[in-house]
């Protein structure tokens, strides 16, 4: 069995990336997804362009492996085309608020009179149960809310993550989540709701910062890209780039101490563990500077590698894609695109899987590219599918 979710239909009315990208993971193991989105193209869609048509490449790496289809699911042939599609799926993904659910008919309740048991997958920005549960809201607003972008940059200038790592981290939780729903109804024959929000994301994965915080009151301030609980742990200059390096733990250290010729440094009650590391962490960071400084990046990672201290090259974008492990290492693989100047290097699924991996098996689709299709699918013959054109339903 090499697609491990052959067979399973996913209909996808998300947006942007926390609903796409959970419906592109289930693509890339082997799951039938349908985007359906308005006539002219989700707003999503043109995200950060790369296409001769526009499409941008946030688009362009969300919806993978999916087949496409245009749709206005407000008016009445587009409810009713919603519902025979409800009808053939296993799993409906919508990172909608949930009055916009209850006015589409994408609410669980209305779901089940179509299929009972479908399972609908939805993310929120904040999460149900309190007074924020019907604000919308993006990636940013889960990490300052989290406190990492508090804790990152300066005191005076806090900064949030370029990467949107809560709205991938929530689309990865919610794509677990749509698995152990899909496993629970084998057993019990029944679907359910699946919830993702940004914020839970941000909170739980900042959760150790938040139990040390209540616990011993650290009061913690943003130290730039140094480390507050180990050291080193930060960016440091070479003569030709910068690196990024840790010691956690006391081997680790004292393999540190002695490469910096510092072995004195053991004995010091200020570097006598993690924690008290941490809290002496500039004077570290300064001593290790002042080693980077005097090498290449080559040479600090060569020898930072023989002591078993890991660390690594900071990278532009195009340094990252030139990178030999990334490319043997298959991290991305080019896509071709309709449009395109040059293929698209896709990151593949993120994990792997020894016996049903997922896989790259086509691009992600052209406005409205499936239309005729899917409709044929649900028993729209070419003139219904003229007439639904013509009507400006599709």
């Not at 006391?250 to 924690?275: C, I, Q, V």
């Not at 809290?279 to 980077?292: F, L, P, V």
């Amino acid at each position: 069995m090499r697609d491990v979710l052959a067979g399973v239909r996913v209909l996808d009315f998300g947006r942007y990336i926390a609903g796409p990208y959970c419906a592109a993971l289930l693509a890339d193991l082997g799951a039938d997804v349908i985007r359906i989105e308005r006539r002219g193209g989700g707003e999503d869609r043109w995200v950060a362009p790369v296409g001769a048509d526009g499409a941008g490449a946030v688009y362009v790496v969300m919806n993978r492996n999916k087949r496409g289809m245009t749709l206005d699911p407000a008016c009445p042939e587009g409810r009713e085309i919603v519902r025979r599609l409800v009808g053939t799926a296993d799993v409906v993904v919508a990172n909608l608020p949930p009055d916009v659910l209850r006015s589409l008919a994408l609410d669980l309740d209305s779901l089940r009179r179509v299929k009972p048991d479908v399972i609908l997958t939805t993310v929120t920005a904040f999460g149900a149960g309190g007074p924020w549960s019907g604000k919308h809201g993006f990636d940013g607003i889960g990490q300052v809310m989290c406190g990492s972008a508090y804790l990152t940059g300066t005191p005076e200038q806090p900064m949030r993550a370029a990467v949107a790592w809560v709205d991938c981290g929530t689309a990865a939780l919610a794509a677990f989540g749509t698995l152990a729903a899909l496993m629970a109804r084998e057993k019990s024959g029944r679907g359910q709701k699946v919830e993702g929000a940004l914020l839970r994301t941000a909170v739980a994965f900042n959760n150790p910062t938040l139990v040390e915080q209540q616990v011993i009151r650290p009061n913690r301030l943003a130290t730039m890209n140094r480390g507050q609980t180990s050291a080193p742990s930060d960016l440091f200059r070479t003569k030709d780039g910068w690196i990024i390096a840790y010691a956690i733990g006391n081997p680790m250290f004292t393999r540190w101490a002695r490469l910096m010729g510092e072995e004195h440094w053991l004995s010091d009650p200020r570097f006598k563990d993690d924690r008290a590391r941490g809290d002496h962490g500039e004077i570290i960071s300064k001593r290790m500077a002042a080693w980077t400084a005097e090498r290449t990046t080559a040479e600090a990672l060569a020898q930072l590698e023989a002591a078993r201290i890991p660390a690594g090259p900071l990278y532009s974008p195009q340094q990252a894609l030139d990178d030999p492990h990334i490319r043997a290492a298959g991290l991305v693989a080019d896509m071709e695109y309709p449009g395109l100047p040059r293929p698209a290097p896709l990151a593949p699924t993120p994990v792997d899987l020894s016996e049903t991996p997922g896989r790259l098996r086509h691009h992600a689709p052209t406005l409205g590219e499936h239309t005729d299709e899917i409709l044929a699918e649900l028993g729209y013959g070419p003139g219904a599918i003229a007439g639904l054109r013509a009507r400006r339903v599709i």
